[in-house]
């Protein structure tokens, strides 16, 4: 009986070192253990998103640059055609 089991726990061995090859244990052992400890901050996922906020900093920036230039007609053409970037409507205006 001894000797069995001798050879069940070498074949069962040469099978874990045989599939190590093939599969990232401590990724597995780490994904069942702490999977809600180690998992990242939410990020931005999709480039469509990351593209649409670029787009938004760069209207923030030219914007900045038109009133620092004293660009008032650039800047308010900037203002009616993105108006809810710049945090105005059109509504709110004529208040």
Request: proline share 4%.
């Amino acid at each position: 009986m001894n000797a069995a089991y001798l050879i069940y726990g070498s074949i069962g061995l040469g099978v874990l070192i045989l599939l190590s090859n093939f599969i990232d244990f401590p990724y597995l052992i780490s994904k069942l253990f702490f999977s809600k400890e180690l998992e990242p901050t939410p990020t931005i996922k999709t480039n469509k998103q990351k593209e649409f906020l670029e787009i938004v900093s760069l209207w923030y920036q030219l914007k900045e640059k038109c009133d620092a230039f004293d660009l008032e007609v650039a800047s308010s053409k900037l203002d009616e055609v993105f108006p809810l970037l710049n945090g105005v409507l059109e509504d709110e205006v004529g208040l």
